[in-house]
């Protein structure tokens, strides 16, 4: 169930024999998020911890202006001049909208060469998207001693995302790749950018992912539409009270106000993201405690929330968490990530995951027709070259 670790020797050599140069290396991981979805945006908090899947870019510099870049899992290649990146709806976007980046922020950069890899399921809501933007991002960085800190690529890397991808997310999911720590979830305020390492201390407990293998195509347009919602309830809010910024000067009572009166189901947005704020911060005492049970109550708790008010599931992910919630080894569970397919989110006892995996991988494919895929995740550090004793820049 636990697939091997990542082996990049195929991407190496796949470089020197397309280029005839020897690579410098990158990882930069995917994320999962323990507790506070959706609230990135909204200038709140979340919990997230970048894990053992990683993108991988292996780039050497050019002579001229060109990119050359090479998709392994695409198996494509694509060639252009720097001041000629433009969006393409493909995994180049991902690539060409930081370069996009570096020339907005007028940082001059020369040609290069980069072949693109990774072990992040795509579409499963694991940030394969902000892996590749960060681990690009960093490449560049070193390659051409641009000397950007790890905040600037961070919100680069998000600024990529909302320009190329079209996606107007938040900052956590790069945040979370390029802050990543082994062992340790990142509570992250979202508004002042405070951060703190949260030691994962759960005995006896694995985090399993249950990846639907479902991915909606509504998700980006209703991820974008749930932000003008929450936007919008702020917009009314603010009308009376001009110091309000965010849905983190926002209370409930405010919502009642000023919200309900004008549209429920905008009213039941805002408030969801309201209680899932403060829900992460009793979350973090639990996870600091050691008090996983509580923790995963909330996480049940999230997940309601997320189906029925922000309306962000599905009905396959909604299954999944209904399915292990009265199961004795799961002490929580809910949807991550962005919503409409990708993976659920489950704390279960470490004697019990693989009479477990067994389990809701039958009892998914009856109910859905769909293969489960399930992992355990190890957490890891953050964006980081590779660099094997001795072979720095070996071909
Ligand atoms: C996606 C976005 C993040 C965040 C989550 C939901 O992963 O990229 O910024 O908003 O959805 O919490």
């Not at 190496?12 to 410098?24: G, I, S, T």
């Not at 693109?116 to 490449?139: F, P, R």
């Not at 983190?248 to 004008?262: A, G, I, T, Y």
Request: hydrophobic share 40%.
């Amino acid at each position: 169930m636990i697939p091997g670790k990542y082996d990049a020797e195929p991407l190496k050599e796949n470089f020197r024999e397309r280029f005839h140069a020897a690579p410098m290396l990158f990882r930069s991981p995917g994320r999962i998020n323990i507790i506070g979805e959706h609230t990135d945006y909204n200038e709140g908090f979340v919990l997230p911890a970048a894990i053992d899947k990683a993108a991988y870019v292996a780039i050497s510099q050019r002579n001229d202006d060109n990119i050359t870049l090479a998709s392994l899992a695409f198996n494509e290649t694509y060639t252009c001049k720097i001041a000629e990146v433009r969006p393409l709806k493909s995994w180049t976007d991902y690539v060409l909208g930081v370069v996009d980046q570096l020339s907005k922020h007028g940082i001059a950069i020369g040609g290069f060469n980069l072949a693109l890899d990774g072990d992040i399921t795509i579409g499963a809501g694991l940030s394969s998207s902000a892996a590749v933007e960060c681990s690009v991002l960093y490449a560049l960085n070193e390659l051409f001693a641009l000397g950007l800190s790890k905040i600037q690529m961070v919100k680069m890397a998000q600024a990529a995302e909302h320009e190329f991808a079209g996606v107007k997310c938040g900052i956590m999911d790069q945040f979370a790749s390029v802050f990543g720590k082994a062992a340790h979830a990142i509570q992250l305020d979202c508004r002042s950018l405070e951060y703190q390492y949260v030691p994962l201390h759960m005995e006896g407990i694995k985090i399993v992912l249950f990846n639907s293998n479902v991915s909606h195509s509504l998700a980006s347009s209703e991820y974008n539409t749930r932000r003008q919602q929450c936007e919008q309830g702020v917009a009314w809010v603010k009308k009376y009270m001009p110091e309000v910024q965010s849905l983190r000067d926002v209370s409930l009572e405010m919502l009642q106000e000023h919200v309900l009166p004008k549209d429920t189901l905008i009213y039941k947005r805002c408030k969801y993201v309201l209680e899932e704020n403060l829900r992460l911060l009793t979350a973090c005492d639990d996870l600091k405690k050691g008090d996983i049970a509580a923790l995963g109550q909330k996480m049940f708790r999230t997940h309601e929330g997320l189906s029925k008010e922000y309306e962000v599931s599905c009905t396959e992910l909604d299954w999944l968490v209904q399915y292990v919630r009265n199961e004795k080894d799961v002490l929580g569970a809910r949807m991550m990530g962005g919503g409409f397919g990708g993976c659920s989110i489950n704390l279960v006892k470490e004697n019990g995951v693989d009479a477990l995996v067994e389990k809701v991988s039958a009892q998914y494919w009856k109910a859905t027709g769909l293969t489960l895929s399930a992992y355990a995740v190890q957490i890891a550090n953050g964006t980081e070259e590779i660099v094997q004793p001795g072979e720095k820049y070996a071909v």
